[in-house]
């Protein structure tokens, strides 16, 4: 990999996925700098919305909670949480939501609740918090995780967040209304969802990473898709946004 790290690579190829002027759903963590990054560089007019009420917001420096004053200055308004929920998310409005978990399966389903049974788990997670709700409601959802064979099991231990459930129609049956995943981004490579089957396609490798090595890491026979892409690497200017104004202050690490 050339001068930057896998999570450089991660929040880049996750800012690229943005257009200038959505409104974004944003949690802490990879997103958070993701939709900062994008702000600051080549989507000055997104709408970024958090979950703790703040509508618009432009914070000065990176965020470091979803509580962070930072999050309130200069925002387009503030709301108490039920509001962002019911009148921001449940209406339709919120274009891109942005989600992790602890697994992801071949359909885009999300596991934030228990790794093994649910009665007698082997480890008990934090549950949903609001990632139900985006991945039911948003207009699409982009998806960070880690890639790993534990976190991309063929099938999720439960299924926390609803992507495609078990493929093709199936969501649309149920009357979900958001759009449901459009791109898993990981450590090693950018993956997007078949039409048709909805299932899980690798559209690109990291530089440096090979097929072999995704699919290692990959709990199901992977497809690639013909061709197979190469992701952008960060560009000098959004290495020097993420090094500089949006590294962590000294007085919050």
Known sequence: MGDYTAREIMVTAAAQMLQDGQTVFVGIGIPNLAVNLARRTRCPNLVLIYESGAIGARPARLPISIGDPALVAGADGV??????????????????????????DRFGNLNTTVIGDYLKPKVRLPGSGGACEIAVLARKVIVVIPHSRRAFPERVDFITSPGFLGGGAERARLGLPGGGPDAVITD????????????MVL??????????????????????????????????????????ELAPSPDLA
């Open 203 to 244: 559209a690109s490798l990291h530089p440096g990473v090979t097929l072999d090595a995704v699919r290692a890491q990959t709990g199901w026979p992977l497809r690639a898709a013909s061709p197979l892409g190469v992701t952008q690497p960060p560009s000098a200017e959004e290495l020097r946004v993420l090094r500089g």
């Open 79 to 104: 709301c108490s949480m039920p509001e962002v929920f019911q009148y921001c998310l449940q209406r339709g409005f919120i274009e891109v939501g942005f989600l992790g978990g602890a697994q992801i």
């Open 188 to 199: 090693l490579g950018v993956l997007r969802f078949d039409q048709e089957t909805r299932e």
